[in-house]
């Protein structure tokens, strides 16, 4: 007695209806726009103003110098406030507040 064969069936992908897709899209859409509204309106601090003072230093052979100290101090004060080294390229920085209520708060 010879069994018969079980037809082979084609595996297709099931389409979404409509009535399961639009309140899942919906829903989705709503999150999104929770979410985004309210990291919008948090509000992040604001980075302190700032001014950056930069140079090199050279030498008398017109090369650059390194380890050389150089101070920063405002205009009219005898005392400088800022100390810095150049580096291997005789570039130095210094980052300091900006505007004058930054050097008076310091002061």
Not at 39 to 55: D, S
Not at 67 to 89: D, F, Q, T, Y
Request: hydrophobic letters at 40%; proline letters at 7%.
């Amino acid at each position: 007695m010879k069994r018969k064969k079980k037809p082979k069936t084609a595996i297709t992908p099931r389409r979404v209806s409509a009535r399961i897709l639009r309140p899942l899209v919906l829903a989705c859409l709503t999150l999104f726009l929770t979410i985004n509204s309210s990291l919008q309106g948090t509000e992040q601090p604001k980075p302190a103003a700032y001014a950056l003072i930069f140079g090199t230093v050279w030498g008398p052979d017109d090369r650059p110098m390194y380890g050389v100290e150089v101070k920063i101090r405002v205009a009219g004060e005898k005392k400088a406030r800022w100390a810095v080294h150049s580096n291997h390229l005789g570039e130095f920085e210094q980052r300091i507040p900006g505007g004058e209520a930054g050097l008076r708060a310091l002061g």
